[in-house]
């Protein structure tokens, strides 16, 4: 394997750019181009670094670097990739340079002046700097292998969202900013004490908050449940889990759709990852104790959340509440007792984050030429914007699990291993499979079948042009790879479902 600190400069370099491009005014009107450039070369590196990964031990960390960081309290910079943190890297970086090419226009307001004007540029290179810092901090989270240095970047991915809603986003973000942050805030503080008791349970020194030093050190049961309860809170919040998912549809309602894309198809995902990464070998037998309740809860969210989505009128809202009851579906997978189960939700992480990229992106895509995102507003529109509408429901039934698209093997992995641990469960997520066609086919009926617009806006309403097809080509293309060819997918991640099955985690 090859000795290139390959993680430390995929942080560094977006890092690095997201500073030059924030501060040296010279790289303003250029920042649009030097974003791009940057995230696509981030996205060849983390490609070069997979094909160094040996799948064979898929569930040991790889790529590792450690340094002593805050010897005082046994803080690390430790990092390392297991399969699950390669592929959510591979999403992350995959889906920053597409957000930021389908954005190329998102960072104007007339109120602030003139495209061109230097008000304008560097509001524009604010945008575009906030996105490669969380592109760093995205990919610095997945390898983590540090409890302290998890949660201090659990904690800093939050500002980067929090100044892309508050200063992009639609007449109501700064509400939905601070509701997103106060959310986030509430349950990192909670996990805060749990990182501190853990530590003191451990063996302390100065790599005393390496997960591989803290796996299974707490011994007290009760102790154990208390610290599982810490950290699972606030992963259940960023997940989002019902009744703690209020946050996500206010914030992608209001976020610019390339924010919303990268909230929930990747930045969500760090709540499930840390179930899996951290909780299950932190703390095997809390968790096996708390899966009945949790598993409840992830099926009222695959109900409750397709259920809503049903009734939804704003369009982004209603790709939210869709998310709400994917994740409860990911969740289920972690907790219900399978190792099949495990492996289609860690999968499901990356379907997901495909799939429902592609329908914030084409629904921010109609909204911006429609400038409405109220989804009775529409109607008739596969006529007019045929493009539009065949990507709309390519990526609907893909988050459906329509065979042949990328949510297909997932789901039906997750439903298999629920059905052998639970018959109960398993019927209960079935029924949310029946709703979730009903949500996608209905709301893709209410805005593109019917008689087409008359004579009114819609029916000269622009279809796709070449840089947004372009922005769209690669998740489709990845929708059906992921679809007909999951097996590199399922290589990195069975043997991490072997091992939590062995420690317990999983049956």
């Known amino acids: 394997m090859s000795t290139l600190p390959w993680i430390t400069t995929l942080i560094v370099v977006p890092l690095v750019a997201?500073?030059?491009?924030?501060?040296?005014?010279?790289?303003?009107?250029?920042?649009r181009i030097i974003g791009l450039v940057v995230s696509v070369a981030v996205l060849g590196g983390a490609i070069a670094m997979a094909t160094q990964f040996e799948v064979a031990d898929a569930a040991v960390p790889q790529f590792t670097e450690?340094?002593?960081w805050i010897p005082a309290i046994g803080a690390s910079y430790a990092v390392g990739l297991t399969g699950l943190g390669l592929l959510m890297v591979l999403l992350a970086t995959f889906l920053v340079p597409l957000v930021l090419a389908a954005g190329w226009n998102d960072?104007?307001?007339d109120a602030v002046g003139a495209p061109g004007s230097r008000a304008a540029l560097r509001r524009q290179a604010g945008m575009v700097a906030l996105v490669l810092a969380l592109e760093a901090m995205m990919i610095a989270v997945f390898a983590a292998q540090d409890v302290f240095l998890f949660y201090v970047l659990f904690e800093a991915m939050l500002l980067p969202v929090y100044f892309l809603i508050g200063l992009y986003g639609g007449p109501a973000r700064r509400?939905?900013?601070?509701?997103?942050?106060?959310?986030?805030?509430?349950?990192?503080?909670?996990?805060?004490?749990?990182?501190?008791a853990v530590y003191f349970q451990g063996p302390g020194g100065p790599d005393g908050f390496l997960i591989a030093n803290l796996s299974g050190v707490v011994a007290d049961p009760v102790l154990q449940r208390w610290l599982f309860a810490a950290f699972f809170i606030a992963f259940a919040v960023k997940a989002p889990m019902w009744?703690?998912?209020?946050?996500?549809?206010?914030?992608?309602?209001?976020a610019p759709a390339g924010t919303s894309t990268l909230l929930v198809g990747v930045l969500d995902k760090v709540?499930?990852?840390?179930?899996?990464?951290?909780?299950?070998?932190?703390?095997?037998?809390?968790?096996?104790w708390a899966a009945p309740a949790i598993i409840v809860l992830a099926l009222v969210s695959i109900i409750y959340g397709g259920l809503v989505a049903?009734?939804?009128?704003d369009l982004m809202r209603f790709v939210a509440f869709t998310s709400v009851s994917h994740f409860g579906f990911i969740v289920l997978g972690i907790y219900v007792g399978s190792s099949v189960a495990l492996t289609g939700a860690m999968l499901y992480m990356l379907a997901h984050g495909i799939s429902t990229a592609g329908l914030f992106l084409v629904s921010g895509f109609l909204t911006d030429r429609g400038k409405s995102r109220r989804i009775d507003d529409y109607g008739g529109l596969q006529k007019v914007t045929p493009v539009i509408a065949g990507i709309f429901l390519v990526s609907g039934l893909a988050s459906i699990a329509l065979p042949g698209l990328s949510g297909f093997v997932p789901e039906y992995l997750v439903l298999l291993g629920s059905f052998d641990a639970s018959a109960v469960a398993g019927v209960v997520a079935t029924a949310g499979v029946i709703i979730a066609a009903i949500y996608v086919l209905l709301t893709y009926q209410r805005i593109f079948t019917g008689p087409p617009p008359g004579d009114g806006p819609l029916a000269s309403l622009p279809d796709l042009g070449g840089r947004e097809r372009w922005v769209m080509v690669p998740i489709v293309a990845a929708m059906l790879v992921l679809g007909f060819y999951p097996a590199p997918a399922l290589d990195v991640l069975t043997p991490i479902s072997d091992v939590l099955a062995l420690a317990g985690g999983a049956r």
């Open 18 to 31: 997201a500073v030059l491009v924030w501060l040296v005014p010279a790289l303003h009107r250029a920042s």
């Open 66 to 68: 450690t340094h002593s």
């Open 107 to 109: 960072a104007r307001d």
């Open 175 to 196: 509400a939905a900013a601070v509701k997103f942050l106060l959310y986030s805030l509430a349950g990192g503080l909670i996990m805060l004490a749990g990182v501190i």
């Open 243 to 254: 009744p703690v998912h209020t946050w996500l549809p206010d914030a992608a309602a209001q």
């Open 271 to 288: 709540g499930t990852f840390g179930m899996i990464a951290l909780c299950l070998p932190l703390f095997p037998e809390a968790s096996a």
């Open 310 to 313: 049903i009734g939804q009128q």
